[in-house]
């Protein structure tokens, strides 16, 4: 319906009150969809592109690599900064590990972490690099010891990327975690479901999601959770729609979300499907889908970029290979419209997860207390002087000064959650 159906009813001044307060709660559903809506910006000064590889840092964001018409299949080494206050793309110096396509990455502690890929149908890289935005500076990392490979699943959590399935040419279900304070690789138990590539994969809670994704004619709707802790995996409900492969994700507000990729058969979807994934319940909702044209009608794109700004959800490029379109459009969505709720916050009060515990270098915080922005801290120890206050932005606590003790931890965020817990310094 239009909205001018209800206008007129309004203008009906014999219609019974029982018609008036109808027509009060429609024109405030209609508002509520409209503010739901996709939000088309600028074209990109980006070239159109499958596979880009966006991160945000610093509230800023980045994308790198990919695949334009006139790099495929080798790829891209471009890196571009966004200026959001005029939507635009800077360009900035060439990635320095060399070209490449079906590449990840992922952000943590101020810093970028990136590779993996292909730059040609048969050549698989395994390398990884850490981006300093503040001195504009990359460095090479340990490669992983599991070989190249080309499309897998990389997530980072808690001071660890845990990378895995893929193809490099046959597709994998291994699975393993880096540890960025200590620049290592170690080999995690491999995915219960069957060998795959072009995988769904994010964070959501204390737990690493990923799932979906095909090999060869195989086509998967299963999801599994993983625990970083134990290192147990645990299968989920399997997605609502049927298989998915080769969409884009990303964590926001404490959910997980995946936007438009393929189908069974490998065909665009024919709608620009957007879900967000509720890991407390186990349960998919399906959002507004993401506009775009396309002859064939079919608005699913595979292989497009997206990632998050100021709340926002940003969707980006993508191919429709039946049609031979590349897109370069750029995309906006308002998260706080889907993970706000219209009742009132309730404020929760839980146990935070630290570790290593004992300590004697560092602790680390799970990262969840920290999706509504920096929390408001406070230490004491055992005798309760208070030995650190104030304001903490990161997961990641230096300890290594602090005398040998146990430590009362409690944190509250701008939510008005309240966290607490306690570690122990020394050995």
């Not at 209800?6 to 001044?13: D, I, T, V």
């Not at 090999?215 to 993983?226: A, F, I, L, P, T």
């Not at 897109?327 to 935070?352: Q, W």
Request: aromatic fraction near 14%; include cysteine; glycine fraction near 10%.
């Amino acid at each position: 319906m239009k909205n001018h159906n209800f206008l007129e009813l309004w203008g009906n001044k014999n219609r019974e009150m029982k018609n008036t307060l109808t027509m009060i709660f429609w024109i405030a559903f209609c508002v509520n969809l409209s503010a739901q809506e996709w939000v088309t910006l600028n074209n990109s000064s980006v070239t159109a592109r499958h596979h880009p590889v966006t991160f945000t840092l610093d509230n800023t964001v980045y994308l790198i690599s990919g695949s334009t018409a006139q790099s495929h299949p080798q790829g891209t080494s471009d890196f571009f900064m966004y200026d959001a206050d005029n939507d635009d793309w800077i360009q900035l110096d060439d990635f320095p590990g060399g070209p490449r396509t079906y590449a990840y990455a992922a952000t943590y502690d101020g810093k970028a972490y990136f590779g993996l890929g292909s730059n040609d149908f048969d050549t698989f890289l395994s390398d990884l690099w850490k981006y300093d935005p503040q001195t504009g500076e990359w460095t090479e990392l340990a490669s992983c010891p599991c070989g190249g490979r080309a499309h897998p699943a990389f997530v980072q959590h808690n001071g660890k990327i845990f990378m895995g399935l893929g193809q490099n040419p046959f597709d994998r279900n291994d699975w393993w975690e880096y540890d960025i304070a200590s620049d290592s690789w170690t080999e995690r138990p491999s995915l219960p479901g069957p060998p795959r590539h072009h995988p769904f994969h994010f964070q959501a809670g204390d737990y690493v999601y990923a799932g979906f994704g095909h090999s060869g004619s195989s086509y998967y709707d299963d999801w599994y959770r993983y625990d970083p802790v134990n290192h147990e995996w645990e299968e989920m409900n399997p997605h609502p729609a049927g298989p998915r492969v080769a969409g884009q994700e990303f964590s926001y507000g404490g959910y997980g979300f995946v936007i438009s990729g393929d189908g069974n058969n490998h065909l665009n979807l024919a709608d620009g499907e957007f879900w967000k994934y509720d890991h407390h319940e186990d349960e998919w909702e399906r959002l507004p889908d993401h506009p775009g044209n396309a002859p064939d009608g079919r608005v699913g794109r595979w292989a497009p970029g997206a990632f998050v700004l100021d709340g926002y959800a940003y969707f980006f490029g993508g191919v429709n290979r039946s049609a031979g379109i590349l897109y370069g459009d750029l995309h906006k969505f308002n998260l706080e419209e889907v993970v706000s709720s219209t009742e009132e916050p309730v404020a929760i009060e839980s146990n935070i997860t630290i570790y290593p515990n004992p300590a004697s270098d560092v602790v680390n915080f799970s990262e969840e207390i920290f999706q509504n922005g920096p929390i408001d801290i406070k230490i004491t120890n055992i005798s309760g002087q208070i030995v650190l206050s104030g304001e903490q932005v990161s997961n990641t606590l230096p300890v290594s000064h602090w005398p040998n003790g146990l430590y009362s931890l409690s944190a509250k965020d701008s939510k008005g959650n309240v966290y607490t817990g306690s570690f122990i310094v020394g050995n």
